[in-house]
């Protein structure tokens, strides 16, 4: 496994066999079972694979966690090697945002709502560095969670909008046992707040079934996930929404579609999960 973090060697690994199919996998570390889910589907399907470790600062406000970011290089790396990963690169601020940097990708309407209204800035960055890495592996194949729905939505985007040649491909979100969504953010949890995390997965869930059973109001399954999550005293809403998949658009009235999110506080820990709903063949 090559690790580096110049983007000379880089090109030299990815373009040793041009004709070769390249899995890109872009993190930020601290990895758990969701990203190595990634690394191998990415494994599967190509015949290299990439992956980025990189705590990108862009996509933090300035309140946010970016110093407390849980990393853990070493154990990352030795998760990758287990993955038969081939490429690992790590860059730094100064290489990806060098002294005179002045260039952003935004994309538009989809990153105003959900993430995009609490965290205002959030996709910019994104895009920014996801663009970059782009660029620079040139990957046939880009692998995201789920788990992060409407960055793959806007990822997506972005890549068809800006030609992008490459596919973006969306993995199942990964879970605890008692559904949480694997996060690196999970770390910062004490133990009661780690089972009052449980929420968000069971408030999604909830509606699921709401939808299953014929329910079909955006405001009444808005309002049965936000009442599973405000009876959680260690949890504090900051949106539940019932949306499009495709558009992101808040629905009045599920047709045969929908995505569920919610994104909550427990404590300073801001955690988000989604579920997706999808009406069943007759
Ligand atoms: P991050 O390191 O949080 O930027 O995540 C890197 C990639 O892993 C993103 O595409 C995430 O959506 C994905 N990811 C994070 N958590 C999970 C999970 N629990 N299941 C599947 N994919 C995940």
């Known amino acids: 496994m090559v690790i580096t973090s110049s983007i000379t060697e880089l090109r030299q690994q990815r373009w040793q066999q041009p004709d070769a199919s390249w899995g890109f996998v872009p993190t930020m570390g601290y990895l758990h079972e969701g990203h190595l889910s990634l690394a191998r589907r990415a494994r599967a399907e190509n015949n290299f694979v990439a992956v980025s470790i990189y705590v990108n600062p862009t996509q933090f406000a300035p309140t946010e966690d970016l110093s407390s970011y849980p990393r853990d290089l070493e154990r990352d790396l030795t998760l990758l090697r287990g993955e038969g990963v081939d490429l690992v690169f790590t860059p730094d601020d100064l290489l990806m945002y060098p002294p005179g940097f ?125 009442g599973i999550i405000e009876a959680e005293p260690l949890a504090r809403l900051d949106y539940a929404s019932v949306a499009h998949p495709l558009t992101l658009q808040e629905l009045d009235k599920v047709e045969n579609m929908a995505v569920l999110s919610t994104a909550v506080f427990i404590g300073k820990t801001r955690l988000i999960d989604n579920m997706l709903w999808q009406e069943r063949e007759a």
Do not use: W
Not at 154 to 163: E, T
């Open 102 to 226: 002045q260039t952003y990708v935004m994309v538009e309407k989809i990153t105003t709502v959900l993430e995009g209204a609490s965290r205002p800035t959030h996709f910019r960055g994104v895009t920014t560095v996801v663009a970059k890495l782009f660029n620079l592996v040139q990957p046939t194949r880009a692998y995201f969670g789920q788990k992060d729905f409407q960055q793959s939505v806007v990822v997506r985007q972005m890549a068809a909008d800006l030609n992008f040649n490459l596919e973006v491909i969306v993995c199942p979100t990964v879970r605890e046992a008692d559904g949480l969504a694997l996060s690196s953010r999970n770390k910062y949890l004490t133990p009661p707040q780690r089972q009052a995390a449980t929420v968000l997965s069971r408030a999604l869930r909830h509606g699921l079934e709401l939808l299953d059973e014929g329910e079909r109001s955006g405001h009444i399954l808005h309002r049965a996930m936000q």
